[in-house]
T-cell receptor, first 115, second 113 residues
Framework: NAGVTQTPKFQVLKTGQSMTLQCAQDMNHEYMSWYRQDPGMGLRLIHYSVGAGITDQGEVPNGYNVSRSTTEDFPLRLLSAAPSQTSVYFC??????????????FGPGTRLTVL | LAKTTQPISMDSYEGQEVNITCSHNNIATNDYITWYQQFPSQGPRFIIQGYKTKVTNEVASLFIPADRKSSTLSLPRVSLSDTAVYYCLVGQVIYNQGGKLIFGQGTELSVKP
């Protein structure tokens, strides 16, 4: 199993550009989430999904869109990038069907810089 | 959602036992306590989870008192490679539903030789 994969690893955007961060998992997990982590800070929840077709907002959803058309994929879209969105973005998934509890599996992250 | 409070940082030496305490006064009946470890430039990694009393695995132990308003992560005989940030999370284990899992600021553990 590849686990949780994220692409790209690094990205530089100009203010106002849009882009999509990709996240995929091959563990058949229903639950997926996106976090951002600013330098020296903890992780903040952006959006999460409890299954295909179902998404909900986290702590800091403004400026981001998500959709969940398949169990495997959970892309994060930046609508109009701003310097305040410079951060490392982590995608995670967890098993909510067979006693997986709160164990989330994280991807390697996407390091985004907005100029 | 229950808020968690942890020390910002801790120092230790190799071979010592390290105990990191997390306060969660507003923990709900259905909440579980979960700890993660994060190394620089990596995503967090699950360490241990518990509901009450004591849980032990190959990496750590988790002690939870009867009132569940706090918990203590215990790392036995730390090494330099245990230098990381440790996060305490409180949230519900909701089968087939999921739910928000909110990270706090974490505790930066520095292990010295």
């Amino acid at each position: 199993n590849a686990g949780v994969t994220q692409t790209p690893k690094f990205q530089v955007l100009k203010t106002g550009q849009s882009m999509t961060l990709q996240c995929a998992q091959d563990m058949n997990h229903e639950y997926m989430s996106w976090y951002r982590q600013d330098p020296g800070m903890g992780l903040r929840l952006i959006h999460y999904s409890v299954g295909a077709g179902i998404t909900d907002q986290g702590e800091v959803p403004n400026g981001y869109n998500v959709s969940r058309s398949t169990t495997e994929d959970f892309p994060l879209r930046l609508l109009s990038a701003a310097p305040s969105q410079t951060s490392v973005y982590f995608c995670a998934s967890r098993d909510t069907t067979s006693g997986g509890g709160n164990e989330q599996f994280f991807g390697p992250g996407t390091r985004l810089t907005v100029l | 959602l229950a808020k968690t409070t942890q020390p910002i940082s801790m120092d230790s030496y190799e071979g010592q036992e390290v105990n990191i305490t997390c306060s969660h006064n507003n923990i709900a009946t259905n909440d579980y306590i979960t700890w993660y470890q994060q190394f620089p430039s990596q995503g967090p990694r699950f360490i241990i989870q518990g509901y009450k009393t004591k849980v032990t695995n190959e990496v750590a132990s988790l002690f939870i008192p009867a009132d569940r308003k706090s918990s203590t992560l215990s790392l036995p005989r730390v090494s330099l490679s245990d230098t990381a940030v440790y996060y305490c999370l409180v949230g519900q284990v909701i089968y087939n539903q999921g739910g928000k899992l909110i990270f706090g600021q974490g505790t930066e553990l520095s292990v010295k030789p």
